[in-house]
């Protein structure tokens, strides 16, 4: 066809160019026109027949294959992410800006191109890019699934494991959570067996149903390892999904295509260049030799180029950084390899192995060999396979090996890298774990043990306090002294809790204690906990609320509150003048906030998520810029801190990592001498209406009409031993103790005691062990509760587990020793009557926590009711700030104007003489 078109295009010019010369015979030009149309149709068809640029063509034909490259990688790299062999999704973000990179490349298309197939080879491009910009698309959320479902299946055997290293943990659990575990992690790698996934859902609400029927012994480890496999179980269908709708685009295709719609236009290209040139050849026999040689030389260019690329593509196979080969299909004779792969096998050519076979003696383990072949017949191909292999000297190396077979050639094509380096870093980083893991719990069977030594000896001292503060004929004086050494042992408490608190944190042992709480009495209990100390040191205390900050929340009361009081307690201590206010406000969460991290529990709440904020700001001496940035540093004191000699430089730092546990964060901006800003925002839930405590009462005595109740102290030291039973016995029950584990059970067998008291930590037999023999070998069993001084939230749920009802730490209040036995036995008291207003009152002037509630400001109305003589000695004594002789007169107030008792000796204990004097100053 090509020859019969340029035969007509020659035949219509030589007519053409016949006809013009018989009406120019007699013309002058036609000795010099002929020659010139000769020249210029042959200059014409001499041009266009070398229309075609090979550098473009070979630019444009590589910049293909890399698109067809780069396809191929981008899907290998998202199989083995998805498979965990490749850890991070760096290799595939880089290939996708490459392959934007080459998009942008094949817009220039060579200039032979005619324009229609410009135009087809355009919309071809804009079609490739649509379908990679959806796989993009698609490949994102692939990113965030995959790496939520890689999350859970690193954690969910730690979990599983955790569970089974509990003591607690009884044999038929753990052989469930093995079933388990072998099953998740089987459906991990057969992701479309829907029965299976049945039967872990069933297995997982079986372990859920044994684990419900003691709700009050609640596993950690347990829910956290039920929570991964839920996750696994959720996320696995959608990872699954995705990866096939990643594989399914048709990419691959759309290269295909593109190319072809490039070969077609270059072919279209060829067919009129080499018309052109047939008509050049035609034109003129003259030019032959010349036409000839010059397809010659273009031939011989062609040749040069194409030893140049596969001079190239040689030197990239030998210069490669991985080991390149190929092999026969049917006995493995080595055909054809690289340097690199002789370098990793230990020889010193690749000539030693080519024409030899790869057999059996290569392999380390020959299951591998199976293995390689079940997956080469099963996915027609092997992919990032790990394996060791035998070295030319004996040695072994760890390989990555990758091969597809080449049916057109009968051989297999393969690629393998060494990896030794790479399992050795892993072998060394597990061996830090492990010694990292055994030092973490040496850490915390230290911190358990000094937990329990400390605060044994201060549960005697707050203790004794307490109970001597029961007895209603002390003196003012000796009130105040026992309030004194109570505050103090509260005080050291207070930073036992927080060294130990902060040893809890740096061991990832912290806990959320969430519930719902009224915000607004929190803060308003705080205000009341520091005005007193703002008024003697004549600082404004301000608080102040946004109108839409909610009343009712679902949060951690405890660690927010202790965030408070850090902030407030650093203020009032270095602030001497001015002012120190906390604001707070609302703001709505935005779901781009949220951190998939985040605990599960801060999201079981069904009600809305949000947003608080909250700002402590002082005019205190500021911190110096080069201070701030190590400022939430454990043990960190400014010299602002030094110069006052006061905290422990814990303050911050704890309360830094409950912000963030509460999911949010906090900052601090300060001025030297101007003051600081400190703010802090925490993820909660709106709650419902929250009722409120109501107060306790002082018990002095078991109520009439009840049986006698048999009590069980068992305590191995003595002085904590003599506080719960001088305590007990006051009240009317009947107590024995014992000092340890054996005696408990002996008494247990003769005397039938209702409720035990059980220390856990004892010399000999345990509180553990007597609580387990008690609960197993005297049915019905009394009820026991555990008494121990340790901090840490797993001792609890340990004693839970072996039978213990309920568990309580030292040092205890009276008060809720004396509740655990009304909701354990359901004893009644008799409480203080009028009689002991004055101290009820004092029981009830402060919160559940321990934070004092202050009373109503007084007013000299107030004090109209008392002698004149009585308010003016409270005057003399004010002005004289004699402590001494105004507790006496506040002695004196009768029972019922208790209330006015109560303020006057607040304002005393926080030396607030000149608002006594004010009161009681004569009128003029």
Not at 123 to 132: A, F, I, N, T
Not at 467 to 479: A, D, E
Request: charged share 20%; hydrophobic share 40%.
């Amino acid at each position: 066809m090509l020859w019969s078109k340029s035969q007509q295009l020659i035949s219509r010019s030589v007519s053409q160019v016949e006809q013009w010369l018989s009406k120019q015979q007699d013309s002058l030009l036609v000795g010099y026109v002929l020659p010139t149309l000769g020249l210029g149709l042959m200059t014409f068809l001499w041009v266009k027949s070398q229309a075609i640029d090979i550098t473009q063509h070979s630019r444009y034909t590589d910049e293909l294959r890399q698109l067809q490259a780069i396809d191929a990688r981008i899907n290998q790299n998202i199989l083995q992410t998805r498979l965990r062999i490749l850890m991070f999704y760096d290799p595939i973000i880089a290939e996708l800006s490459e392959l934007k990179q080459l998009h942008q490349a094949l817009k220039r298309t060579p200039t032979f191109v005619d324009s229609a197939e410009n135009r087809a080879l355009s919309q071809s491009l804009q079609e490739h890019v649509k379908v990679w910009q959806q796989k993009e698309a698609l490949f994102q959320q692939f990113q965030a699934q995959n790496s939520i479902l890689k999350n859970s299946l690193t954690y969910f055997p730690l979990a599983i494991a955790e569970v089974l290293q509990e003591p607690t943990t009884s044999p038929l659990l753990a052989s469930a959570l093995n079933q388990l575990l072998q099953d998740v992690l089987l459906l991990n790698l057969s992701p479309n067996d829907e029965d299976l996934a049945l039967q872990i859902n069933q297995k997982i609400e079986r372990i859920l149903a044994n684990a419900s029927r003691n709700p009050e012994r609640p596993n950690i480890s347990l829910n956290n390892a039920i929570t991964h496999a839920r996750i696994i179980l959720q996320r696995r269908p959608s990872v699954a999904t995705l990866t096939q709708r990643l594989m399914a685009k048709p990419t691959l295709q759309q290269s295909d295509k593109l190319f072809k719609v490039y070969e077609r236009a270059y072919q279209r290209a060829i067919n009129t260049t080499n018309l052109y040139r047939l008509g050049f050849y035609l034109l003129s026999t003259l030019s032959i030799i010349g036409i000839a040689a010059s397809i010659i030389l273009k031939l011989r260019a062609s040749a040069i180029a194409l030893q140049r690329s596969e001079q190239k593509y040689r030197t990239i196979f030998e210069n490669s950084q991985v080991g390149i080969g190929r092999t026969r299909l049917e006995d493995g004779l080595f055909l054809d390899l690289n340097q690199r792969y002789a370098d990793i096998m230990g020889f010193t050519s690749p000539t030693e192995l080519i024409g030899t076979r790869f057999t059996s003696e290569f392999y380390v383990d020959l299951g591998d060999r199976n293995r390689i072949l079940a997956e080469l017949e099963h996915h027609g191909e092997v992919r990032s396979f790990e394996e060791q292999l035998r070295r030319a000297d004996g040695s072994i190396v760890w390989v990555l090996l990758s091969l597809h077979p080449n049916p057109a050639e009968h051989c297999l094509d393969f690629v393998i890298t060494d990896i030794s380096d790479r399992k050795q870093a892993e072998e060394q980083l597990k061996q830090a774990m492990e010694a990292a893991k055994v030092a973490n719990q040496a850490k915390s069977q230290f911190l358990s043990h000094m937990s329990h030594e400390l605060r044994s000896p201060l549960n005697v001292i707050l203790g004794f306090t307490q109970l001597i503060g029961r007895n209603t004929q002390l003196s003012p004086q000796q009130q105040n002294h026992i309030d004194t050494i109570n505050r103090s042992g509260e005080h050291l408490l207070s930073l036992i809790n927080n060294v130990l608190e902060m040893s809890k944190i740096e061991s990832g042992r912290i806990t959320l204690t969430e519930s719902d709480f009224d915000l607004h009495e929190l803060l308003e209990t705080l205000q009341a906990m520091f005005q007193p100390k703002a008024e003697a040191k004549g600082l404004h205390l301000i608080f102040e609320q946004a109108a839409n900050l909610p009343q009712y929340i679902h949060s951690d009361e405890g660690k927010l509150r202790q965030i408070f009081i850090n902030l407030l307690s650093n203020a009032m201590k270095f602030t001497q003048r001015g002012r120190i206010v906390l604001r707070s406000h609302l703001r709505e969460a935005e779901p781009s906030h949220r951190d998939p991290d985040i605990p599960p529990t801060l999201a079981a709440s069904g009600l809305r998520p949000i947003h608080l904020s909250f700002t402590v700001e002082d005019t205190g001496p500021g911190i110096a810029p080069n201070e701030v940035n190590r400022l939430f540093e454990p043990f960190m004191q400014t010299e602002v801190g030094h110069r006052f000699q006061e905290g422990t430089g814990l303050g911050l730092a704890i309360s830094r990592q409950f912000v963030q546990i509460l999911g949010g964060d906090i900052t601090v901006e300060s001025q030297v001498k101007v003051g600081s800003c400190f703010q802090f925002t925490i993820l909660a839930h709106e709650a419902q209406a929250v009722k409120r405590p109501i107060p306790g009462r002082k018990v002095i005595g078991l109520a009439a009409d009840q049986p006698s109740y048999r009590i069980l102290v068992v305590e191995d030291k003595a002085d904590n031993r003599q506080l719960l039973v001088e305590l007990l016995q006051s009240v009317g029950f009947e107590v024995q103790e014992a000092t340890n584990g054996q005696e408990a059970l002996d008494c247990n067998q003769h005397w039938h005691p209702h409720l035990i008291w059980m220390d856990l930590r004892m010399p000999g037999l345990d509180g553990y062990e007597a609580t387990r023999q008690i609960k197993i070998l005297n049915p019905p069993s009394p009820v026991i509760i555990a008494l121990t001084g340790s901090a840490f939230e797993e001792e609890q749920a340990y004693a839970l587990s072996l039978g213990c009802d309920d568990f309580m730490r030292k040092p205890f209040h009276t008060e809720a020793i004396f509740e655990k036995l009304a909701e354990y036995l359901g004893v009644r008291y008799r409480y203080a009557e009028a009689q002991d207003a004055r101290s009820t009152e004092k029981s009830n002037s402060a919160h559940q926590d321990g934070t004092p509630r202050l009373p109503e400001p007084l007013t000299p109305a107030d004090l109209a009711t008392m002698p004149p003589d009585w308010v003016h000695q409270v005057y003399q004594a004010a002005t004289r700030v004699n402590t001494k002789l105004l507790l006496a007169a506040i002695a004196q107030i009768p029972d019922p104007r208790s209330n006015l008792a109560i303020s006057l000796t607040q304002l005393v204990r926080n030396c607030h003489f000149e608002d006594i004097v004010a009161l009681t100053q004569p009128q003029s």
